[in-house]
């Protein structure tokens, strides 16, 4: 109903660079040259390496980083492990609980 309303036309990858739409929508991540190409008033609902934060593994261990860089700053999430690679110390922090 919105594409209708809206007037909006849906296409191909193959056929939006000669259409030159104001709105790309990708399901997957985008190539960073394809995101090269875009004009400046086109938008894109990905960004490169988006992953790294809408991930869990990935913002668990980015918040962590930042949190060893910038103690004070970032104490608002909680104790958080990154399965399997933390396991052990998961282990010694629920031990240490008992």
């Known amino acids: 109903m919105a594409i209708e309303k809206m007037q909006w ?6 056929e ?6 104001d709105l790309i929508w990708f399901d997957l991540g985008i190539e960073s040259q394809t ?4 004009q400046g008033y086109q938008k894109v609902n990905h960004f490169p390496a988006m992953y790294q934060i809408s991930r869990k593994t990935f913002l668990a261990r980015n ?5 060893k860089m910038f103690p004070d700053e970032f104490q608002f999430f909680p104790r958080t ?3 399997p690679v933390e396991a052990s110390e998961l282990r010694q922090y ?3 609980k008992i």
Request: a positive charge; charged letters at 35%; hydrophobic letters at 35%.
């Open 94 to 96: 629920l031990q240490s």
């Open 16 to 21: 939006w660079q000669n259409l030159q739409p």
């Open 35 to 38: 995101l090269e190409r875009l």
């Open 81 to 83: 492990w990154c399965w």
């Open 9 to 14: 036309r849906v296409s191909k990858k193959e």
């Open 63 to 67: 918040l962590k980083r930042m949190r």
